[in-house]
Structures are given as structure tokens and as C-alpha cells.
């Protein structure tokens, strides 16, 4: 059998067993986490709190469940609105080649700190110092901080990927340069940033780390920002390592779980929605 044949096939198989690998194992864990997970939900897992308010009442994790999205929707926001301008700016008017280095070095050092030193930081400087407590704001612009880089680097990518062509041709016309942005780079780039978005709302609504050193634990939703936040990922470590909380763990994982599914099933359908607009 010819020599390029046998490497071909090779090669053929390496990557469907690395496919198949990787769809096992997300397979084995989302089936992991529903087993143990859908046994222990009810309706009363997501419409009360962690303390019982009545004799006999069964405790929820909605305290949690409210916690994790005011995290994650008020940091992505938060993020949102630094990142955008941000990769707006060194995309379409940096000019001055020395400081494109320079940001790109802060992105990608930005993009490998780990997650407990995000943390640590912001015990330092928003609970000791702004807040003075563990709060749902710390841990709001904790979580914001942490997905800057990834969402600045997002944007910045597909606002790269708009077909020079079309801006030439809107600057033929007489177009400036925020009219080019306004009327052609948004329009072609927004698959690409509600996609963005949403992978940075994922990753905000999953962390536990950063919100463990930030915001607290709180048995009830959080009524303002200064009042300490649980999370989920936060209430599965707790209940985990309480006595006689595991099934609470596994609702607080299983809930997670259905919320990441549905933040990815919206992303690509956004994505498919809109990207029949874009030009190629």
C-alpha cells in the first residue's frame, strides 16, 4: 500500500478518536451531573431559599440561582462596555504602531492570570478597600475583570474579520471613519459579538474562585449591591462539603449545568441567525 495512503489513514483515525474523545467525555459528565442532579430537583429547588421560612418547608437554591445571574449579566455588562471601545479603538484608529504591542502583551497576560488570583485581587482592592465587606459589587467587578481580556480579544477578532473591501468601499463613498464603524463594521461584526458576549457571560457565570473571595455567601438573593451574593458554583463546593447537603450540591451543579447548555444553544443559533447578513 502506497506510503501517503497509511499516513492518510492514519491521521483519519487519529482525529475521529480525538473527536470521539472529546464528545465522550462531555458526554460523560453532562450525564454525570443530570443523574445525580435531576433526582434532586423539584420546583421547590428554584423557588425557595436556603433557610427554611416554615416548619417543614424544603430548602432551594433560588438564592443562588439569582446570585450567579446578577454576577454574571452585570459583569458581562460591565465588560462589555470597557472592551468594546477598547478593541474598536485598536482596530480601527491606532496609529501609533508602539502601543499595539503593548496592549496585545496586557491581553494576553490579562487572558493567562488564573482565576483565584483575580480573586485575590479583588479581596484586596474591592472588598478591603471599596466595599468593605464581601458584596455583590466586588464580586460584580471581580468577575468584570476577568473577562475583560477575553471579551476585548473576542471583539477585536471579528471586527478584524470584516472584508476590507467593504470599509474601502464605504470610504470611497465619502464615509468617515465612525460612519464606516456605525454603518458597515457593527453590522458585519455583530454575529461575532453577541457571540462573544455570551461566551464571556458563560465563563463569568462559572467561575467560583473569584466570587468565593468577593462576594460572599448570602442563604437569601442579594436586595442591593452592597449585600453579600451566593453563586452556584460557589453553593456546589459549600453544600458539597456540608453534612447532609450533597443533594443540594448536585441541584446547584445540574442547574448550572442547564444554564451553560442554554448560554451555548443561544450563541450558535444568534450566530446562524445573523450571519446570513454578513458579507464573505
Known sequence: MDKRKIEEKIFKYLMISSTAAIIGTLALIIGSVIVKGAA??????FINDDVALFPGE??????????????AINSTVISFLISFPVAIYSVEYMKKKSLSPALTISIE????????VFGMFGLFVFVLV???GFTLLAGTLTLALLELPLMERGIEE?????????????YALGATTFETIKNIVLKQALPGIVTVSLISFGRGIGEA??????AGFNPFPPASLL????????AVYTYLSAPGQQGKAYASAFTLTIIVLIISLISRYVSKRFTRYVSR
Open 209 to 214: 474562585a473569584p466570587v468565593m473571595l468577593t
Open 130 to 132: 471599596l466595599t468593605r
Open 58 to 71: 424544603e430548602h432551594g437554591i433560588l438564592h443562588a440561582i439569582i446570585g450567579s445571574l446578577y454576577l
Open 227 to 234: 449585600e453579600p451574593a451566593a453563586s452556584l458554583p460557589l
Open 158 to 170: 471579528v471586527v478584524r474579520m470584516v472584508p476590507v473591501s467593504l470599509k474601502e468601499a464605504s
Open 109 to 116: 497576560t490579562l487572558m493567562g492570570v488564573p482565576s483565584i
Open 40 to 45: 434532586e430537583v423539584s420546583v421547590n429547588t
